[in-house]
């Protein structure tokens, strides 16, 4: 089984940014790890996903995210956030031969003009 | 990616009534997928729905309560049956790719139950 934690349930910053977005992870398995991101009213949409390879990985909107095994981490970033990137941000992970996905308790990004 | 759609996309309801949510997507997919959203809260799985075959439901999660069809690869539906205030929540489907290890997500059903 496997269980991820987001560490920030709710952050703010400004405009023009950086922000980090912080998720653990805990698994007895090979993982997949998956960053989503939910904008008001809407569904879940895929930001970017680490399956194997560069433990840096890029994503949509400018963010990326970093494979950490030693540590079990994989933390969201973004150099310079805008006021459209405010939304609920969820990390994931499933084992590498099932699809179940676990999530974490999301982290409220919230951006000041 | 698929593109996936729900109906309905937002529905009150009363207490003692079902409602079933449809998905569609727009390609043929292994494995589909039902998730809940409580008010403020994380995705919890209800059940993977499985074609040809009942669904397999997660702890917690019943069949009478939540049946689950899936008559071919590229639709489902999900019952929430005899409603309360309590399955007041976002349900979700999400498809599974064919390479296996990515979830993509449908737009959500919001349900509000008095």
């Known amino acids: 089984a496997q269980s991820v934690t987001q560490l920030d349930s709710q952050v703010p910053v400004f405009e023009e940014a950086p922000v980090e977005l912080r998720c653990n992870y805990s698994?007895?398995?090979?993982?997949?790890l998956f960053w989503y991101v939910q904008y008001p009213n809407q569904g879940l949409q895929l930001l970017l996903k680490?399956?194997?390879?560069?433990?840096l990985v890029k994503g949509i909107n400018g963010f990326e995210a970093e494979f950490n095994k030693s540590q079990t981490s994989f933390h969201l970033r973004k150099p310079s956030v805008h006021i459209s990137d405010t939304a609920e941000y969820f990390c994931a992970v499933t084992g590498t031969s099932y699809g179940k996905l676990t999530f974490g308790q999301g982290t409220i990004l919230t951006v000041h003009p | 990616s698929a593109v996936i759609s729900q109906k309905p996309s937002r529905d009150i309801c009363q207490r003692g009534t079902s409602l079933t949510i449809q998905c569609q997507v727009d390609s043929q997919v292994t494995m589909m997928f039902w998730y809940r959203q409580q008010p403020g809260q994380s995705l919890t799985l209800i059940a993977t729905?499985?074609?040809?075959?009942?669904?397999?439901?997660e702890s917690g999660f019943v069949i009478d309560k939540f049946p689950i069809s899936r008559p071919n690869l590229t639709f489902s539906t999900l019952t929430v049956s005899n409603m309360s205030p309590e399955d007041s929540s976002i349900y979700l489907c999400s498809v599974e790719t064919l390479a296996g290890e990515t979830q993509y997500f449908g737009p959500g059903t919001r349900l509000l139950v008095l």
């Open positions: 680490y399956l194997s390879g560069s433990t």
């Open positions: 698994s007895s398995v090979s993982v997949y």
């Open positions: 729905a499985n074609q040809g075959s009942e669904a397999t439901y």
